[in-house]
């Protein structure tokens, strides 16, 4: 399974939106339960941490202004209101729990102009 | 929630291996599948292979094949990672990750220099 995103680098002026985009060589089928989709983000000097996981799930404490949508082969990530805090590194993630196996994209680089 | 300890920052030799340790703080791994992934300076994340600690089942990633065992101790409270054959591309930044639960260890630099 190969993960393609676009842009890799998305420059976005506070306040306004911001997509990111997930292409999957393998479809992922709705309501399959051994396969799953997330989006991580990882900030400057700290660890990865999930944003959105079974496509479009929000993770605990994670703003509203991030949604994950999307379906089969192409996903999104969207920030509807660019902040500050919201600069660095966004990875999608398609995994299957059996047999055990995860790939990531090769990640979005997001700064303010 | 589980908390995830790794081991310091290691300094290898070409062709030599390295073994990373990931401690489960406050719990054990049980029922847990726990990861290795890793990122080299700059670069995306990779990952490497995990364990599925309920049936003890190990999966390797392709590009990691023959070059990595990951191992764990009877009571799956320990975690290992043991990657041979260290060439200078390795160096890196390697965490071990609950996938499920979005919880990952602090990292371990290794570093491969002559």
């Known amino acids: 399974v190969v993960l393609t995103q676009s842009p890799l680098f998305l420059p976005v002026t506070l306040g306004q939106p911001a997509s990111i985009t997930c292409r999957s060589s393998?479809?992922?089928?709705?309501?399959?339960?051994?396969?799953?989709f997330n989006w991580f983000q990882q900030r400057p000097g700290h660890s990865p941490r999930r944003l959105i996981y079974?496509?479009?799930t929000r993770d605990y404490g994670v703003p509203d202004r991030f949604s994950g949508s999307g379906s089969g082969t192409d996903f999104t990530l969207t920030i509807s209101r660019v902040e500050a805090e919201d600069v660095g590194l966004y990875y999608c993630?398609?995994?299957?729990?059996?047999?055990?196996?995860?790939?990531f994209g090769q990640g979005t680089k997001l700064e303010i102009k | 929630q589980v908390q995830l300890v790794q081991s310091g920052p290691d300094v290898k030799t070409p062709g030599s291996s390295v073994k990373v340790s990931c401690r489960a703080s406050?719990?054990?791994?049980?029922?847990?599948?726990i990861s290795w992934v890793r990122q080299a300076p700059g670069q995306g994340l990779e990952w490497m292979g995990g364990?599925?600690?309920?049936?003890?089942?190990?999966t390797y990633a392709e590009a990691f094949q023959g070059r990595v065992i990951i191992s764990a101790d009877d009571s799956f409270t320990t975690v290992y990672m043991q990657l041979s054959g260290l060439r200078s591309d390795d160096s890196a930044m390697y965490y071990c990750v609950l996938i499920a639960a979005d919880s990952w260890g602090q990292g371990t630099l290794v570093s491969v220099s002559s």
């Open positions: 993630m398609q995994g299957t729990h059996w047999p055990l196996f995860h790939t």
């Open positions: 079974q496509v479009s």
């Open positions: 406050g719990g054990t791994f049980r029922t847990y599948t």
């Open positions: 393998q479809s992922l089928a709705h309501n399959d339960v051994n396969n799953y």
């Open positions: 364990v599925d600690s309920v049936s003890g089942s190990k």
